[in-house]
């Protein structure tokens, strides 16, 4: 079976600080899915990336990076100063590959304050 | 714009009532997905569909039922067996697994159930 573990329930920052969500997945599979989503206040879930599990590369979008490690079984979310845009739900899922569905984390709420 | 159309994005039941949440897509997508998000719990997957006319369980079906008629429609109906219903229900779709892109699901803006 899969998992995926959000340990951080609530993050509350202050505008300009860096933080890291973390996300711990656990899988049988050899080839694998991750990815993350953020889930505005509006409650759509927006996509933010997805990593194979053959690509450890580290990634960077703009203020956004992504740091896998397969040895831990992790993939956490760093944002790089942080802004009160920033605040969201944030969601780390894994794919299962017989259903071609998601399976999500209990999702991190991180509140930026101004 | 291409998208997904998920209505009422509010709706109040009563109890012993049926409702049915609409979901349409015009991506083109061959798979459709519905999701129910509970606070705290993240999202639970109710049903999934691969393909027209075929449809197979999550893993927290009891209570709900769908159809998949047309490719760009796939609705869910809440019974009245469905012991809790009050939730935030997401519908989300993905395009076929062999296309470039495949496996990102993109959600619709959800309909919030209320159980009075």
């Known amino acids: 079976a899969q998992k995926v573990t959000q340990a951080q329930t609530e993050i509350s920052v202050v505008e300009k600080e860096d933080v890291t969500l973390d996300c711990v997945y656990e899988t049988r599979d050899t080839t694998y899915y991750l990815f993350w989503y953020k889930q505005p206040p509006s409650g759509e879930l927006v996509f933010l990336i997805r990593r194979n599990s053959f690509d450890e590369q580290n990634e960077i979008s703009g203020r956004y990076s992504w740091n896998f490690q397969k040895s831990t079984s992790s993939f956490n979310f760093t944002i790089t100063a942080s802004q009160v845009v920033d605040s969201a739900v944030y969601f780390c899922a894994l794919l299962d590959t017989g259903r071609r569905a998601l399976t999500f984390g209990s999702g991190t709420r991180l509140q930026v304050q101004p | ?116």
Not at chain 2, 67 to 87: D, I, Y
């Open chain 2, 1 to 116: 714009d291409g998208g997904i159309t998920q209505s009422p994005k509010y709706l109040f039941r009563k109890e012993g009532q049926n409702v049915t949440l609409s979901c349409e897509q015009n991506l083109n997508h061959d798979a459709m997905y519905w999701y129910r998000q509970d606070p705290g719990q993240g999202l639970r997957l109710i049903y999934y569909s691969q393909i027209v006319n075929d449809f197979q369980k999550g893993d927290i079906a009891e209570g709900y039922s769908v159809s998949r008629e047309k490719k760009e429609s796939f609705p869910l109906t809440v019974t009245s067996a469905q012991k809790n219903p009050t939730a935030f229900y997401l519908c989300a779709s993905s395009i076929a697994p062999q296309v470039s892109g495949a496996n990102v699901l993109t959600f619709g803006a959800g309909s919030r159930l209320t159980v009075l």
